[in-house]
């Protein structure tokens, strides 16, 4: 922590984290006031969008891949396009699943 007030006090530039509000690294630029701001090295080469500043805060963990998709409600919404746009209804088990899975909330 002295470091870091000393190099802000003596004009020096560090190397800091940009990070969006979803705690997504973003890339990196130099401040002179680093107060408050997860530093970095220069020559970190952590990819854009790809790391998360970790829950403790104290370092960079990747970024699991997850699904903004339900595959269930996915599935029941074709389910349902296509039988529309063909003009057949569905089986009373498939509208019931259906019915099921959007008051799961799936």
Same mark, same amino acid.
């Given at each position: 922590m002295a470091k870091r007030k000393a190099a802000a006090r003596s004009g020096n530039l560090e190397w800091? &984290?940009?990070? #969006?509000?979803?705690? @997504? $690294?973003?890339g990196k630029e130099q401040v002179s006031d &680093?107060? /408050?701001r997860?530093?970095?090295p220069a020559d970190c080469d952590l990819k854009p969008g790809q $790391?998360? @500043? /970790? #829950?403790?805060? &104290?370092?960079f963990v990747p970024v699991r891949k997850v699904l903004t998709v339900k595959p269930d409600l996915a599935i029941a919404e074709a389910l349902e396009a296509l039988a529309s746009a063909s003009g057949i209804a569905l089986?009373? /088990?498939t509208v019931k699943w259906? #019915?099921?899975?959007?008051?799961?909330?799936a």
């Open positions: 800091v &984290a940009i990070i #969006d509000s979803d705690g @997504l $690294y973003q &680093a107060t /408050s997860f530093v970095v $790391y998360r @500043l /970790s #829950d403790c805060k &104290a370092k089986p009373g /088990s259906i #019915d099921a899975i959007r008051k799961k909330g």
